[in-house]
């Protein structure tokens, strides 16, 4: 379903142009809870343009109704990788790998050079760079419930940081995990799951975000099953782990 929502998203072309033989494409999802029973989707969108897609969901429904409501177009060559709502309004995205760049420069995202940032997106106005977030790679990401800190995951130095939120000189550490740190979210005990791809296996440790203290709780040799691990999330005693690589989510009791 369609309802334009022009004045919020002033900026937005319209609709996504997807031909018959096309794939909307997407990449990282936020979820932002709403008042009521109708929540917003921020989609990051690969397809006919670089995009945050934003949707609305009426939950009332048994089955959940969608409606594309508006976008805002990523700035050049900012290659999007994942999305995180704001308390304040907008959002904040992270990008990950410049779109058009040679081979070569991916290989030295991946050998620990910074390339990307995070960047944020208010309506009144519009993108502006993080100031103090240049990662190598720079993906997942979550933020404080203060709105004080945000948390990313940096891939190409296979490193946590958190930094400070509305400094003019932000508070940045960083710590080094060992594995490609694909995504974060919260645990229900108020710690940072981070999950990612090691040297044959899917790994999720805890971060303490105060502390920085890290701990394994789950890691997963590759098999025809299951591999490439990105994500992890909790489901009662139970670790729900998404994959980049494969078709299914494998399921862990730590």
Not at 94 to 104: C, F, H, K, S, V
Not at 113 to 130: C, D, I, M, R
Not at 186 to 201: C, K, M
Request: net charge negative; aromatic share 10%.
């Amino acid at each position: 379903m369609l309802n334009f929502e022009e004045k919020r998203y002033p900026t937005c072309p319209g609709p996504p142009d997807v031909p018959a033989d096309s794939k909307f494409s997407t990449h990282g999802l936020w979820l932002q809870p709403g008042p009521g029973t109708t929540h917003t989707l921020y989609v990051v969108g690969h397809g006919s343009r670089e995009s945050i897609e934003v949707f609305e969901i009426d939950t009332r429904p048994a089955t959940p109704v969608l409606t594309w409501i508006g976008c805002v177009i990523a700035p050049e060559p900012i290659g999007l990788n994942s999305v995180r709502g704001l308390p304040d309004g907008g959002f904040v995205a992270t990008n990950w790998l410049a779109r058009g760049i040679a081979p070569e420069v991916r290989t030295r995202m991946m050998a620990g050079e910074k390339n990307g940032e995070l960047w944020e997106w208010h309506a009144a106005s519009g993108w502006k760079k993080v100031t103090g977030s240049e990662a190598a790679g720079a993906n997942g990401l979550e933020i404080s419930s203060d709105g004080k800190w945000y948390y990313v995951a940096a891939w190409g130095s296979q490193s946590f940081f958190r930094l400070s939120r509305g400094n003019a000189t932000p508070a940045r550490d960083e710590i080094r995990l060992g594995f490609r740190v694909d995504n974060i979210r919260f645990a229900q005990d108020g710690s940072l799951l981070a999950a990612g791809q090691a040297d044959g296996a899917s790994v999720v440790v805890k971060v303490n975000p105060d502390t920085l203290a890290v701990r394994e709780i789950a890691r997963r040799r590759d098999d025809t099953v299951f591999r490439g691990g990105t994500v992890a999330v909790e489901i009662g005693p139970d670790l729900w782990i998404g994959s980049f690589q494969g078709d299914r989510i494998a399921v862990i009791t730590p």
